[in-house]
């Protein structure tokens, strides 16, 4: 049974900042902050285990009125009561579903990164806690908030500094390099 438990950082403000880093404009708005791998725990823990197939690749499915059968690269099927396609950007599921959807580039990029709120100084966590925090600039932006730490940890000096920055870069040799990973390989969507 799923328990009900806190998933979430509250922040009680948002803020943007300058680019010398005063506050520029702030009101008082209450978001809950999380993350994906918490909420994936939090997901993975309400069923079984043996009802996940992690480090397999899903090929496809059939579909009756009565149940979903699920087929994997390995030659195994798997009938189910539901489908649930977690499998990433390039979705076997979704692909299966609606062949005539596609990614579309949106004209940015993004750079993300969380650190442990353990090693940020205590001045610089002052600004940040329970705050969502944003800067905008001339072709970019950058937001910075805590979220959850890396086992689900609410409390302070568990949690984690996310930060997310965006760049505007135009389709081209540009947006190609940096799609490009450390071992030379194009990525579609995202450099792991």
Known sequence: MLQKKAISVPAYKRQYISQDGSIQWEEQTLQLMTSWDNVYRQLRNALQNNLYHNAKRLTGFKQN?????????????????LLVGADGPSSTVRQQLLPEVFPKYAGYV????????????????????NKFTFFHGRNTHILCYLIPGSKGELSEGKRRLNWVWYVNVPSGDELQLLLTDKHGIQREFSVP
């Open 65 to 81: 009125k009565d149940y979903v059968v699920a087929e994997f690269e390995d030659g195994h099927n798997e009938k189910c009561d």
């Open 110 to 129: 993004a750079w993300r990164g969380v650190i442990d709120e353990s090693k940020v100084p205590s001045s610089i966590m002052q600004f940040f806690a």
